[in-house]
């Protein structure tokens, strides 16, 4: 059932937003192509920042700690 209801939000959705959007296709290259790079950057910084900062603390400080 689950799954069911999941899909059925899923279309409604769809259906949804494709009425918001103006004289843009659902199926549309570019748009694709900037989402996922959008979506790529915002990986990449949720990774880089705390990866960054935990590359900054002094490994004994952060053993003595625990």
Do not use: H, K
């Not at 899909?7 to 769809?14: C, P």
Request: charged share 15%.
């Amino acid at each position: 059932m689950g799954d069911q209801c999941r899909l059925l939000g899923s279309l409604a959705t769809t259906r949804f937003l494709t009425s918001l959007s103006f004289e843009v296709q659902p199926a549309d290259p570019i748009l694709l192509a900037g989402v996922v790079g959008i979506l790529w950057v915002v990986a990449l910084a949720a990774c880089y920042f705390p990866a960054r900062r935990a590359a900054r603390t002094d490994p004994m400080v952060a053993l003595r700690c625990e």
